[in-house]
């Protein structure tokens, strides 16, 4: 097979000219001016490409921090979310203990709700129990609404129907109350 004259050219390795070969054609004081630009320029890329790693660097380590937050976030919703669906259970642990006459069977519901409620305490869950307090439309859903009695003011909770849950700040579940007009 006859090669063509442009596969020969990229097949033949190419040949860096010879620095010594070039300098020995330069006068001696343009030599050293030779010198000194291939050095500043050397420098110059040196310079560029330790800015361009730095660059690199701060943004692997701002996309490290990211994710290692998305992902504990992440894990601290799913955990909310599991307990979550605890809480029904908790409402009838509720309802139990007020209905339940036998003292033994009470002592041992009131035992299985406190550890209930030490699960969420470790999980930073608080229950949003506003008897008596001003109505909170952030944390409190309104399912009635009811003449005042005497002392009672506009606007606060007479009775909470459902409790409700907190997380840090963030409500996991309303508090489903009867309001006073």
């Known amino acids: 097979m006859k090669k063509t004259q442009t596969q020969t050219d990229r097949e033949a390795p190419e040949q860096a000219p010879e620095t010594e070969e070039t300098f020995e054609e330069l006068p001696e004081e343009d030599e050293g001016t030779a010198l000194r630009a291939e050095i500043e320029a050397l420098r110059q890329d040196n310079t560029d490409l330790k800015g361009k790693w730095y660059a690199v660097s ?12 998305e992902s504990a976030r992440r894990y601290a919703e799913g955990r909310s979310d599991v307990v979550s ?10 309802r139990a203990i007020e209905s339940c ?17 030490k699960i969420l305490e470790e999980e930073h869950i608080t229950v949003i129990d506003p008897q008596g307090q001003p109505f909170d439309a952030e944390k409190h859903e309104a399912i009635m609404a009811v003449e005042p009695e005497e002392g ?5 909770v007479r009775q909470v129907y459902r409790k409700g849950y907190e997380q840090n700040g963030k409500v996991l579940r309303y508090a489903q109350v009867v309001v006073v007009k």
């Open 58 to 69: 701060a943004e692997y380590e701002n996309y490290r921090r990211r994710t290692a937050g």
């Open 85 to 94: 669906k605890l809480f029904p259970i908790a409402d009838n642990l509720s």
């Open 101 to 117: 006459k036998d003292e033994g069977t009470r002592r041992g519901i009131e035992m299985v709700t406190a550890a209930f409620e």
């Open 152 to 156: 009672e003011a506009s606007g606060t």
